[in-house]
C-alpha cells in the first residue's frame, strides 16, 4: 500500500483525492463527481449541480474554440486570476477518471515532476492551486468558471 511521503501541504490534498477517488468502485454510475475539501469554514455551500448549464454558456460564448471539445473534457470551479480554487469543483466522471484513475507510480511521478518544475518557475512556496490548474492542463482537461459557487474565504474583487 502506498503512503504519501512526506510532502509540502500543496501535495497533501491532491495525494488524498487520488486516494478517494481510487477508493470509489464505479465512477460513472454518478452523474457529477463533487470534490470539496471537508474542513471548508461553514456548515452550508449554495451548490447549483446543474454543470451541463456552464458548459452550454461557455460553448456559445468561445464558439469555435470549443467546437471539438466535450463537456468531459472541463473541470467545473471557481477561478481566481488564471488558477482552480482547488477546495470544491466538480466534474463528470471520465474528467475524474483522467486526472486519478492510473497507476500510484505514474501518477505521483507527474506529480513530483511537474511540482520540481513550478519551483523553478515560481518559488519552492508557490500556492497549490498553481499545482492542480497545471496538473488538470497537463491531463488534457480545461476548467470552466462556476459562477454560482461562493466558497468560504474566496473573495473576488470588483474592479
Known sequence: METCPDFEKKYLILHSTYK??????DLNKY???IKFKPDLDTDYIPYNKTIEKYYTEGYLHSYPLMK????????????LYKTIDERMFSAYPSA???LFL??????????????????????KDYEGSILWTNYIKERELDIIQDLTLQIPNCKSKSY
Open 20 to 25: 478517494a477517488v481510487n477508493l470509489i468502485p
Open 31 to 33: 452523474e457529477t463527481i
Open 68 to 79: 471539438d471539445k466535450s463537456r468531459e473534457d472541463f473541470i467545473y470551479g471557481r477561478v
Open 96 to 98: 475524474i477518471e483522467k
Open 102 to 123: 492510473r497507476p500510484y507510480n505514474d501518477y505521483f511521478d507527474d506529480i513530483h515532476n511537474l511540482d520540481k518544475f513550478l519551483q523553478k518557475k515560481y518559488t
